[in-house]
């Protein structure tokens, strides 16, 4: 399932009064985040992923993500069940003379979805078992 939000970010929002954005997601794995500064933000525009007051992305704990005009992408493999599902976007600007969105998506692979690792692996299993069973036959 993929999450998204898009958050507004102020001239008034600066380090320290951010936006301060709370995701509660279901159980199951982060696969990847995705965060989308569009053109003008001039790397102004800058922002974190907070999960609870642990800092999970950049995982660096000083930095930050910003762009002007891209995305940036984070593969990662992310336990929500075990390290909580309540994040936290938070948000802000350096000098900012208007109004600049940021886009955010999370992917999750929710525990109802199939292991697709899994699932090819049998099915090469049985593809060797039948293969193996007609060359007994011939």
Known sequence: MIYSYSYEILPADTVDDPVVGHIKLNSGFIRRVQVSFPVGCAFAVKCCLYNDSRQLIPTNQDG???????????????????????????????DLDYPHSVYLSIDVKESTEPDILLVQSRVIDLLEHLINVIKGIL
């Open 64 to 94: 930050v993500l910003c762009h002007d005009g891209g995305t940036i992408d984070v593969p990662m493999w992310y336990d929500i069940d075990n390290q909580g599902n309540d994040l936290y976007f938070v948000g802000w600007g350096d």
